[in-house]
Each structure stands twice: as C-alpha cells, then as structure tokens.
C-alpha cells in the first residue's frame, strides 16, 4: 500500500473514530450515584435500552473502559430479584428530560404488576438477549491486559447478576430445559418487526385494549415504522404479560406467543459460554452453566435446524413446528461456531447470492435484514430489509471465528465506508445506500469504533 493511500486511510479511519465517539458522549445521560447511560437515538428512544447498551459498551471499551462498565452497571440497576433483565429502564432523568414515550412507565407498571421488580427505577417486563455477558467479558479482557489484579475485582463484582440473568433465561425462560430462549413478544427479540414473527402474530386477536397514542413515529418517517395493525398486536401482547403480573408460571401455560429464538438462543450460548470462563477465573465453575451449553448444543440443531432451507429457523411452542421464514436471522447462528464446514460453506454460498446483496445486487454489499427477493423485502422498512450494523457486525464476527479474513476484512470495509458516507444512521437501505429510521444512533457509532480497533488497517489508531 503507497504511503499515501495509508495516510488516506489513517484520516478516514481518525475521523470516523472521532464523529463516533461525539455520539455516544451526546447520547450519555448522567444520573444520580456515578451512574450513565447511553440513549439508543436522541427524540426516538429516550430511555436505557438493554442489548444496546451491550453493543455501546463495546464502544466505549476500547478508551474508556471504566464509562463501559457505568453502562452496564447503570443496566443491572433495573435488574428484577428472579434474574429478568428489562428491556428498557425507565431512569427518572429521562423522564424529566425527554419528550414521552410510548409505551413508557405507567403502560408497564412494573412495580405495581411484580413483587420482583425493583424499587427504585421503572422498567419494561420484557427481555432482550444477553449482550451484556459478551460485553461485560470484553471489557474484562482488555482491563486485564493492564490491571489483572482490579479487571478480577470487576469480575467478581458483576458475576452474580450475570449468573441470575443466564439462570433467569434457562429456566423461567426455558422450563423444557433444551437450552432455547422462549420469548414472549417480538419486541424480546430485538428484531421488532421482521417477518419471522408475521405467522405467531397473525393468531393474536388484539382485545380490550384501553386507547393509545403511537409515539414512534413522531420523529422518524412513518413509511419505516410498524404497521397499526402490527403494533396493536405488540401493546396487546404486553397488556397480556402485564395482566398476568409478569408471572413466568402464570404466563407460560396460556400465552399465544411462544417461541424458542434461533437469535436470542444463539447469543445467550455464546453467553453461557463467557460465564462459564468468568465462572473459571473466580474458581466456581457452576454445573448449570456446563448443562446449559450442551443442551444448545444439541438442540438448537434438532429445533431449529431446517435441511429444505439450509439455515436456521425459530420454533413456534404452540404449533411445534418450525416457522418458516427467509431472512437474515437464519444464518446468524454461524456465530455459535458450532457448525460443519460444509454447512458453513452452504451458508457462505447464500451470503454472496444476489438475495443478501451479493453479486452487485445492492447498493451495498452488506446483508439486508430481510432477502432482497422475498415477497416481505421492503428496503426502508424497520426489520422488514433495510441494512442494519449490528446484524452485519454478527457476521463479521462469524467470518473471522471460521477464518475467512479477506472476506471479514470486505465486509468491515463496506460497513464502515457506508457509516462514512451517510452517518451514523438506525439502518440503511440496500437498494439506495441511504441510512434511514433515528439519526446519531448509538449502536452504529459504538459497533463503529469496535471495527476500527480491530481492523488491522487501523490497530495503531484506536
Ligand atoms: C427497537 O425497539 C423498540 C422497542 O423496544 C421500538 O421499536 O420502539 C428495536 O430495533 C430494538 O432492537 C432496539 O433495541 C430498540 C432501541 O434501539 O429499538
């Protein structure tokens, strides 16, 4: 490479570094007690997200570990006594901050509706997969790079909650003990309104919903959000956990909406797995965690794996049957490292088809959420195809965990020259390239900075 082009790069790469970490420092939030957070987006999302926070907290990481571990620190203060870790934490300065926000505190009523909620601070009844172990781990094993005595010390700290979330998980959250997350709600998933969910949804009759105003599309463009049809069967599902007082025991039998997550399973293995080391360095490796690990293992195969497709498929309790869906998501299990070789390649082979963008067939060639030859494919629409950074970032990770560098090294590339380009967008669309849904959002700014720390190109930098 000509010295040139490698000052080019070294600009790009400081610039962008640079524009990212301003966002996360705009979007924090300071709070009572040493404690942060960090927005997901400005106006749109004005409370404390919980896999955002995950991702956000490989942001800050890698130059400001002790503000990483506020993140998640701040995150547990909305952990429930069973373990339950909400998917939004309603901290007070939002409210007073903030515009309001659909559905907020009162629509939850966590502590009125559950003897575990906490005290404190209000959150959802919901959960959302376990980045906060993944996190936690990164953030340990770069403090134990300099400070092994006090990155220990912070093990020690965070260890029991992680260990009563994952506990939490595998069994209130997994009572056939098959080491799969059952969610209750698309909104668990993270992928609000992909059309993996569009079969379950299409049974949940919305009924005695009290009236509601939609806030979320106040301040994005209508066209990327939810449908009303959708989303009175998202504020029905919840009025339903709620009206059951977010009673795992009391929900289970009779919710219309069960379904083992091939996503939200797969992070919560890799999970599993850093409890397990952090379990090892503080010298109690507990069985359970060794149970939950195998039983995915062996399941998430046996459930979720579909031969016709050759990817992976969520699977639905109340049918018992695999939910047939082509999107993005079947393919992010590669991630667990699990897989065969020809499996991986099969999986491989469907990347780079025209459908996920391969072959010139996008603006881009980063994977759309959705195929882009499936009959659901809308390009701006939330979940339904548009581009997103932290699905693509999966990827990267699975393409470097199977050794394919070149490829991880292209796909980093594409993500952070798009980032460049438009800004730090929610998503982007593959037929146009333009970022779309919040502006300044955190996780693209975050997961941003994670690319450019480990791109070769740029190690020196950041
Ligand atoms: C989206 O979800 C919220 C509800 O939780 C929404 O639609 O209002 C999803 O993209 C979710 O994955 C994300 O955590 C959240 C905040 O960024 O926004």
């Known amino acids: 490479m000509s010295r040139s082009s490698q000052l080019h790069q070294k600009l790009f790469a400081q610039r962008l570094g640079t524009s990212a970490q301003h966002i996360l420092a705009k979007n924090s939030v300071r709070l009572r ?23 956000i907290a490989y ?23 069973n373990g339950l870790l909400p998917h939004i934490v309603f901290h007070r300065a939002s409210t007073q901050r903030f515009q309001p926000y659909f559905p907020g ?34 953030v340990y094993a770069s403090l134990n790079r300099r400070r092994p005595t006090y990155a220990k010390r912070v093990l020690r700290e965070f260890y029991p909650k992680l260990y009563l979330l994952h506990r939490y998980l595998m069994t209130a959250r997994d009572p056939e003990q098959t080491g799969l997350v059952t969610i209750f709600h698309p909104w668990e998933s993270g992928f609000d309104n992909s059309p993996r969910w569009d079969k379950p949804l299409s049974r949940i009759r919305p009924r005695n919903i ?16 939810p449908s009303d049809k959708s989303y009175a069967r998202f504020i029905s599902l919840a009025l339903r956990l709620k009206r059951k007082d977010y009673d795992d025991r009391k929900i289970y039998p009779l919710h219309p909406f069960k379904i083992k997550d091939k996503v939200f399973s797969s992070i919560s293995y890799l999970a599993h797995r850093r409890l397990f080391q952090m379990a090892t360095i503080l010298g109690d490796p507990s069985a359970d965690i060794r149970r939950w690990m195998r039983q995915f293992e062996k399941n998430i195969f046996r459930y979720c794996w579909n031969a ?142 994670d690319l450019l720390a480990n791109h070769p190109r740029d190690r020196q930098h950041l």
């Open 105 to 138: 505190p009162n629509f939850w009523a966590s502590k009125k509706s559950s003897a575990n909620a906490p005290t404190e601070v209000a959150t959802s009844g919901l959960i959302q997969p376990p980045m906060i172990t993944l996190a936690l781990w990164h």
């Open 308 to 449: 016709k497709t050759r990817s992976f498929s969520d699977y639905d309790l109340i049918t018992k049957r695999q939910i047939p869906s082509t999107t993005i998501a079947g393919l992010l299990p590669l991630m667990t490292g699990l897989l065969s070789a020809r499996r991986v390649n099969g999986m491989i082979r469907a990347l780079d088809q025209a459908n996920f963008c391969g072959q010139k067939a996008c603006a881009v060639p980063l994977a759309p959420s959705v195929g882009i030859q499936q009959p659901t494919f809308n390009h701006e629409l939330y979940w339904r195809g548009p581009i997103w950074v932290n699905i693509n970032w999966f990827l990267w990770r699975a393409l470097r965990l199977y050794g394919f560098d070149d490829r991880a090294k292209h796909q980093a590339d594409h993500m952070l020259q798009l980032i460049h380009d438009q800004g730090f967008y929610e998503y982007y669309s593959p037929k146009t390239g333009a970022g779309l849904g919040a502006r300044n959002f955190s996780w693209t700014a975050a997961l941003a900075i």
């Open 33 to 55: 007690g040493n404690r942060q957070f960090t927005i997901p987006a400005p106006k749109e999302y004005p409370y404390q997200w919980n896999w955002d926070s995950g991702f």
């Open 210 to 225: 009290p009236k509601y105003r939609r806030r979320d599309r106040t301040h994005v463009n209508p066209k990327f959000r």
């Open 59 to 81: 942001g800050y990481a890698h130059q400001q570990p002790e503000r990483a571990l506020v993140e998640l620190r701040t995150l547990l203060d909305g952990q429930w006594a």
